[in-house]
DNA sequence: GTAAAATTTTACCATTTGGTAAATACACGA
DNA sequence: TCGTGTATTTACCAAATGGTAAAATTTTAC
């Protein structure tokens, strides 16, 4: 009897878990939580309501457990930017990878943005305990470099927020790019290469 | 007796219906279309629900409002840019003016953004007619300036997209910039001067 | 001051919402 | 194949939702 579960879930159990957060993924990135509903969710998922509260607690313990389980994933990027390695290749790397997912992983981009655009009211102690130890972390890192000389002198705070904001704008604007570039265009190829372009022109040591 | 009234409004009416449209603006700001409620709005502008449907057709006449009100405050800035000004410094000011924007209107950021991250579900005609053929006539624009050897070679679409990403996470992200930077700094100065160095070195002629 | 028009309130209503209780169907190891 | 725990369905519920009708009040024009 799942809910609160301790015990190891059957392979019902793991299918329907996973099938449930998949259709809330859907649902609650489109509406936001309070747009959400579990009628929707349960549709979706090709469940009844009742047997979504069989797996979980309610509505909350969906939207809280897509929401931890994404952090890790969302975080990982940076995480894997390498103090020890080449500046300019650690950070265009990083705008490579957060561009890739921003792009394969849109509706966990807008999951995020979304719980953010309302002010984080779920995730606010997510973002003091796992994300802000990192950035801070990492802004070191990027200061030093600048400081080295390694990189042009920069603001590492507002460089990783124009990171984000650039690359996740193509999964969470989306409906925008798509009006304004053309139904057809496939904004991937271009983007990569404006960001490369504009990243690297930001590091480059002025002569 | 208005709602889907021809004559000039009164007094009252003019007042009423900046009272609510202002409510409005806070709540569905801050949930989304379908997060938001009447009730809400209607407890924020101090009046009652039925004396709110007195002034609009219903929710979605409220919400449509707001995003056509809003579409020409929000193109302003672009409109702004002059063809026959000096490139670099039309873009860095367009830089500029966004940034203000996003910091003096961040619920209007904010109303705009939920409604992209949905899908523009009410407001895709409006990107349609409204948006893409400035959007489009500034691109030349700027692409002119970058065939002419005026700033570097770069892709307008792009290079907008960047400017829109980067100004407007300072509204719609606020909660998680003021967790990164802590509650009491002030992200503006930083900010703005972080913006003109990154566009400045993108707009920048290689030698 | 008074009548007409504009505004606001009161009292509703049908539907949708998140959630529950209990009965039923199913899986699976003995 | 049988019994036991697992999974699912059926039938609900109270609260909230968007919206309406009509009465009551206030404003405005004369």
Partial sequence: MPDGDQKKPSRIQTRNRL??????????????????TL???ASEAGLSKP????????????????????????LDP????????????EI????????DMA????????????????????????LESDLKPLFDQKCEVIAGWSAAGKIAPINPQHLIFSIWATTQHYADFAAQVTVLLGADTDPYQTASEHLRL????????KN
């Fill in 103 to 126: 792009l394969d992983l849109p509706r966990e981009s807008r999951l995020f943005a979304g719980e953010i655009l309302q002010g984080a009211p779920r995730m606010g102690p997510h």
């Fill in 19 to 36: 099938v449930i957060l998949d259709a809330a993924l859907n649902v609650f990135s489109q509406h936001g939580y309070r747009g959400a």
């Fill in 39 to 41: 009628d929707q969710i």
């Fill in 78 to 89: 940076l995480v894997e930017l390498d103090p020890e390695g080449d500046p300019q290749t």
């Fill in 51 to 74: 047997n979504i509260l069989y797996y979980f607690q309610g509505k909350e313990d969906i939207h809280l457990t897509l929401l931890s389980q994404l952090m890790e994933t969302w």
């Fill in 92 to 99: 265009l790397d990083y705008v490579q990878r957060k561009l």
């Fill in 198 to 205: 504009m990243f690297s022109a930001v590091l480059r040591i």
